[in-house]
């Protein structure tokens, strides 16, 4: 695998950026052809920074300020049928009133990247972040992948369009970073030299790109009942063909920089009885918890799921088949299901094995609440509790809520 | 009238696309209708009214002359029968029953 000269390595830059920031320097060392957003918190400063760096002409990109974001998805939608590589940025209300255009970039298989700030939907009105937006769209036919820090938000935005543009895959890629706790905190992180990011991604080659003239192609005809149902099969191979993809890209790149990536990440799992499952930024704090709690003996450890869509099944099955209790951590309420969206996969996923661990659901953080590491600590102590009575009590709960 | 060759998921275009610019010719559209339109020889005066006011090109011409209907794609939307100036009509419209 290719590893960075020793100039590239010499060049690496530490810096401390938000999460948003980090996004955004990834995308001026993309340099996509066309970047169509409309502001919304809490990831309008990828914007802001993005359009500074237009005006300051430090990028390429034709920077398209819509009037909202339905207009600047189907801006996308065209930039890339067009033969573009296309990026955008949004969340929460902006991510829902894409809806619509979101099944159309993934139905028409166009690979472009939307960098998400996560943040709950109305009502009530609250700017603050949790996964409601995404989890809303999570069968739309996208990529799922989510960061645990500015680092990762970085890493995942740059691999996001080595995913996307696979000619096994083309399927639209989001990277998800949470509101505020990524988006907005700053901190440091490694930056890679512009050549190799831009070796790295390499020269967009577009498949039947509407701009060739001499070729022309037709995007977006309509099915009868006789053909719908042959298109969506035939969209899923991108989502059968991306694991493979994902995790190879993430090895590529940790050739280069030294930050390996698969579909998840273990921590301490390796002899771990208690797991907690659970994406994004709030793994950081878990990661804290489990090493507090390995000093007193208890056995905890942590899978971090970063790919959601695909579900990597096997691999999550796989790691928490030699525990004995797990609490899958939702930033999302139920709406109804038998728990949070992450718990359902997780625990369909363990519906094969043998002896299966117990496994409960809790949901937290909604609309920016706040999650103490004693609130994690009490949820591995009462996985403790059920491996050693075998008395699981209630399927799904809230973290630090009051009652 | 023949029939249409339904493709599987595997021989489809990536994304829905049309790869083949003019395939339109390709969909069936003539079983929507299950009414038949039928062409009576006998009393047509090619004056080609239908031919000019089908919206689907389905009146076949040979030669400035009528030939016949293109079943394949015809919809029986009656547009034809209403044009045509003819009496008795040349072109009628005749249930799935009778069809």
Redesign the interface.
């Known amino acids: 695998m290719e590893k960075g000269t020793l100039e590239e390595k010499k060049s690496k830059r530490r810096v401390s950026l938000t999460g948003d920031d980090a996004i955004a320097e990834a995308m001026r060392q993309i340099n996509p052809h066309v970047v169509a957003a409309y502001p919304i918190t809490p990831s309008t400063q990828v914007v802001e920074s993005f359009a500074r760096f237009v005006a300051d002409g430090l990028v390429d990109t034709e920077f398209v300020a819509t009037e909202s974001e339905h207009s600047a998805m189907s801006a996308c939608v065209g930039a890339a049928a067009g033969g573009g590589r296309v990026m955008t940025v949004t969340g929460s209300q902006g991510l829902a009133y894409m809806f619509e255009v979101l099944g159309v970039t993934s139905?028409?298989?166009?690979p472009m990247v939307m960098a998400i700030a996560n943040r709950a939907l109305n009502s009530p009105l609250n700017i603050h972040g949790d996964h409601s937006d995404t989890m809303a769209m999570r069968d739309m036919g996208w990529i799922h992948l989510y960061s645990e820090n500015g680092q990762e938000a970085y890493d995942n935005t740059i691999q996001a369009f080595r995913i996307a543009e696979n000619p096994n895959v083309?399927t639209p890629v989001l990277v998800a970073i949470d509101g505020f706790q990524t988006s907005h905190m700053v901190e440091t992180l490694t930056v890679e030299p512009d050549n190799l990011v831009k070796r790295f991604i390499g020269e967009y080659i577009a498949?039947?790109p509407m701009l060739d003239i001499d070729n022309?192609?037709?995007?977006?005809?309509a099915?009868r009942p006789?053909?719908y149902?042959?298109?969506k099969?035939?969209?899923l191979v991108g989502m059968i063909n991306a694991p493979e993809v994902i995790q190879q890209v993430g090895q590529e790149y940790g050739a280069l920089t030294g930050r390996y990536y698969g579909l998840v990440e273990e921590y301490r799992m390796e002899d771990a009885e208690h797991a907690i499952v659970v994406m994004s930024a709030t793994a950081g704090s878990v990661k804290d918890v489990i090493d507090q709690l390995r000093e007193e003996g208890v056995t905890a450890g942590l899978l971090k799921v970063r790919a959601f869509r695909p579900f990597p099944a096997e691999e999550v099955a796989k790691s928490l088949s030699r525990t004995k209790s797990v609490a899958v951590l939702d930033r999302c309420g139920t709406g109804g299901a038998q728990g949070g969206p992450l718990f359902l996969e997780v625990r369909a996923a363990l519906y094969e094995e043998k002896s299966p661990p117990q496994v409960i659901n809790y949901i937290y953080g909604l609309g920016g609440r706040d999650l103490p590491l004693r609130h994690i600590k009490d949820v591995y102590l009462r996985l403790r509790e059920i491996a050693r009575t075998g008395e699981r009590g209630k399927l799904v709960d809230f973290l630090n809520l009051r009652e | 009238m023949k029939k249409e060759k339904?493709?599987?998921?595997?021989e489809?275009?990536?994304?829905?696309?049309?790869?083949d610019?003019g395939n339109s010719s390709e969909t069936q559209t003539g079983d929507w209708n299950p009414n038949r339109l039928v062409w009576h020889d006998d009393t047509c005066t090619h004056c080609l009214l239908c031919w000019i006011n089908c919206p689907d090109a389905s009146i076949k011409v040979k030669d400035s002359k009528m030939i016949g209907i293109d079943d394949y794609h015809c919809k029986v939307c009656g547009i034809c029968v209403e044009v045509c100036p003819t009496k008795p009509k040349s072109l009628e419209i005749i249930s799935e029953e009778v069809a």
């Open positions: 139905g028409l298989r166009l083309r498949s039947y022309p192609v037709l995007y977006g005809a099915d006789d053909y149902m042959e298109h099969r035939s969209q | 339904l493709k599987k998921w595997q489809l275009p990536i994304g829905g696309l049309i790869l610019m």
